[in-house]
């Protein structure tokens, strides 16, 4: 059978599963978009790849197989990340995404994760529609994922062997630093960046900052707030303490927004509406698409009243708060202010 080669992703990873053999998670150290044709074949031939969206599990010795002919084909780089993988005391899984789907398992889930944090993808650009509902609430700790319903007898057995089993989080998601670190950031608290958040070149993501999955920043900015699910924050900008972009995480992928280049959102802010360039959120504003802001001039000047989400995305934008009458104002900066 012959295939076009214009498939939209390809993974082998290790990971973990609980007694039921259900999996819990997938470290994919080296995701890739796209297959070359010789990837293709070998799938095809080798992990009886048939079309589609499909996760092949693998066995220890078809993985040192695929291997030794993806390095006797030139696949130099896969190969040697493959055949370590061929070592490992966990389970095996390809992965190859014919196309843009949602995802229907867990692997599925985990490459997509990983393409965003390995920044092969950017937030928003991809389809993660249903994946929270795939993942299982997973304990994750000192001795890796455990299935929460079996965690009791994984610590009773830990403390007879003089051990103790140390529990990091209880999440359908675990923490991006434990699966890849992006070049050239700077995290001070990793449990705060989710697997699948896009830490951009040049990020400093302070103590308080946060970024979850599908979200995250374009790069050289300090994010002291939060970034939501949907949220991609453009360079230069920065969120301070307190600060958060609103949205929901069930949303996944169904709400995108955007903050432009050079913005800065002041401490204890919230916003749900997405920014143009060089706009200015006021410490201590909550604005969601469908507050009300009144319009003003250079001279102060009451201008309509309009709901937040018309002016998404436009540029110099200062939203400030009006102690006199309560209302959120917004002033369209000039190149003079």
Same mark, same amino acid.
């Given at each position: 059978m012959k295939y076009s080669n214009n498939l939209f992703s390809f993974g082998i990873g290790t990971g973990?599963?609980?007694?039921?053999?259900?999996?819990? #998670?997938? !470290?994919?150290?080296?995701?890739?978009?796209?297959?070359?044709? @010789?990837?293709?074949?070998?799938?095809?031939?080798?992990? #009886? +790849?048939?079309?589609?969206?499909?996760?092949?599990?693998?066995?220890?010795?078809?993985?040192?197989? !695929?291997?030794?002919?993806?390095?006797?084909?030139?696949? @130099?780089?896969?190969?040697?990340?493959?055949?370590?993988?061929? +070592?490992?005391?966990?389970?095996?899984?390809?992965?190859?995404?014919?196309?843009?789907?949602? %995802?229907?398992?867990? %692997?599925?889930? +985990?490459?997509?994760?990983?393409?965003?944090?390995?920044?092969?993808?950017?937030?928003?650009?991809?389809?993660?529609?249903?994946?929270?509902?795939?993942? %299982?609430?997973?304990?994750? @700790?000192?001795?890796?994922?455990?299935?929460?319903?079996?965690?009791?007898?994984?610590?009773?057995? *830990?403390?007879? #062997?003089?051990?103790?089993?140390?529990?990091?989080?209880?999440?359908?998601?675990?923490?991006? *630093?434990? +699966?890849?670190?992006?070049?050239?950031?700077?995290?001070? #608290? @990793? *449990?705060?960046?989710y697997l699948g958040a896009y830490v951009g070149v040049g990020t400093v993501v302070m103590q308080e900052g946060f970024i979850d999955f599908n979200a995250g920043t374009e790069g050289f900015g300090m994010i002291k707030g939060s970034i939501s699910t949907g949220f991609f924050v453009g360079k230069g900008s920065n969120l301070a303490s307190g600060s958060a972009s609103i949205s929901q995480r069930i949303n996944e992928t169904k709400k995108q927004y955007a903050f432009g280049e050079d913005c800065f959102i002041g401490a204890h802010a919230g916003i749900g509406i997405s920014l143009g360039d060089r706009c200015i959120v006021e410490a201590g504003l909550y604005i969601t698409e469908d507050s009300l802001v009144q319009r003003v001039d250079a001279q102060n000047q009451a201008g309509e009243i309009v709901k937040a989400a018309v002016l998404a995305g436009k540029d110099d934008l200062l939203f400030r708060h009006n102690a006199s009458n309560n209302m959120i104002e917004v002033l369209e900066k000039t190149k003079h202010h």
């Open positions: 973990s599963k609980n007694s039921a053999g259900q999996w819990l #998670d997938v !470290f994919f150290p080296a995701p890739q978009l796209g297959l070359s044709d @010789t990837i293709l074949q070998l799938a095809e031939s080798l992990l #009886d +790849y048939s079309g589609g969206n499909q996760n092949i599990e693998l066995s220890h010795t078809k993985a040192q197989a !695929f291997a030794a002919m993806l390095s006797s084909e030139g696949e @130099t780089k896969l190969a040697t990340v493959v055949e370590k993988l061929a +070592y490992s005391q966990q389970n095996l899984v390809a992965v190859v995404l014919a196309n843009d789907s949602k %995802p229907s398992n867990v %692997p599925e889930v +985990y490459l997509k994760l990983h393409l965003l944090s390995h920044r092969l993808v950017k937030p928003n650009q991809i389809n993660l529609n249903g994946m929270l509902h795939l993942l %299982p609430q997973v304990v994750w @700790t000192s001795h890796g994922a455990i299935d929460i319903h079996e965690l009791p007898e994984r610590q009773l057995q *830990a403390r007879l #062997d003089g051990q103790i089993i140390n529990v990091l989080s209880i999440d359908r998601l675990p923490q991006m *630093a434990n +699966y890849i670190v992006p070049t050239d950031v700077s995290i001070a #608290d @990793t *449990a705060r960046v």
